[in-house]
């Protein structure tokens, strides 16, 4: 997988000072870099019955549509509050530069759906285990959460124990 870390920018100070961005929208806009993303994401995933993705805004969003449509299966938003206009679940976490907070739709997941959550990146793994709750809050199974890229020296793997996770990169 070195020919997608090398499409991707490295941007130093953002979007805090001492933070290393590690900005995938030069992949992205490969095409080929962009197939062999979503492929990769959706790979351990195929033949496993997956009824939705969930994308955490805002890259999970590009990379989630595009996975649930390789999966052939339906697409959730996950937002910033304010941003969904039914009736949502909301979930507040930290990030390593902060505070923030996630919204679903309180009926996006009903029914037990299997979920695969897919991401940009794992951090520290707020973000994440934000989205595992608000996918069972709002009635869906955890099956799985792809992440392009896991930042393995910020250990966000010790926030999701007994999780299915996968990453395609890892730095």
Do not use: W
Request: hydrophobic residues 40%.
């Amino acid at each position: 997988m070195d020919h997608l870390k090398a499409k991707i920018r490295e941007i130093p100070d953002f979007p805090k000072k001492g933070i290393l961005f590690y900005d995938i929208t030069t992949l992205l806009c490969d095409g080929q870099g962009f197939q062999d993303t979503v492929d990769a994401l959706a790979a351990p995933y195929m033949g496993e019955d997956i009824d939705q993705v969930i994308g955490i805004e805002s890259r999970g969003f590009i990379l989630g549509a595009a996975v649930a449509n390789a999966l052939g299966c339906g697409f959730v938003p996950v937002r910033k509050p304010g941003k969904l206009p039914g009736a949502t679940h909301k979930e507040a976490y930290s990030l390593e530069y902060g505070e923030n907070a996630l919204e679903i739709h309180q009926d996006a997941c009903a029914s037990q759906k299997r979920i695969l959550i897919v991401d940009d990146v794992l951090a520290t793994g707020g973000t994440a285990k934000a989205t595992i709750d608000l996918a069972r809050k709002a009635g869906g199974k955890v099956i799985g959460i792809a992440f392009l890229i896991e930042l393995g020296f910020l250990n966000g793997r010790s926030k999701l124990p007994g999780e299915n996770v996968y990453s395609v990169l890892n730095y």
